[in-house]
């Protein structure tokens, strides 16, 4: 298993542009690091906003573990995100089935994910993303605006 990304939501953050990727990087104002961290960032708006759509069979690789400036962040990311699928499950106050779901969820790779896992961040990236694009549409190319508008989306400001 690993992270997926759509062909629209790669085209859309290509064009703020990324740092690891080839190509013209259009903003004048920053840009991701990695694609990994744009999709943590889709991510995280669409647990904030509910957001669970499981992408398209077929949607492309992104990476198989964690990767960029988010890998500092991973123990807290696996966190919120196995506390988000738990909250979907109805096991918050659930007493048993936590642990068989953890197993699912959880891997051994210091970096990567259990199926479950990857499952559910990219529902919720995939997600995510459909609320940025439905907000910000095609023509942000700037980080700055990127960032003023994710701020919007994420409660922030």
């Known amino acids: 298993m690993s992270f997926v990304m759509s062909n629209d939501a790669r085209k859309f953050f290509q064009k703020i542009g990324v740092a690891s990727a080839q190509g013209a990087k259009k903003s004048t104002t920053g840009y991701f690091d990695t694609m990994f961290d744009a999709f943590w960032l889709c991510a ?66 210091p970096k990567g994910m259990g199926p479950k896992g990857y499952e559910v961040m990219n529902a919720y990236a995939h997600g995510g993303f459909d609320v940025i694009f439905n907000h910000m549409g095609q023509d942000c190319i700037e980080m700055s605006t990127f960032l003023s508008e994710y701020a919007e989306l994420t409660g922030a400001i």
């Open 44 to 109: 995280q708006v669409g647990m904030l906003h509910d957001r669970y759509n499981s992408p398209p069979p077929g949607t492309p690789q992104l990476v198989s573990i964690f990767a960029g400036k988010s890998v500092q962040y991973i123990h807290t990311i696996r966190g919120v995100t196995f506390y988000m699928h738990a909250k979907r499950r109805g096991l918050l106050e659930a007493k048993e089935g936590v642990i068989s779901e953890m197993e699912q969820f959880f891997s051994e790779h």
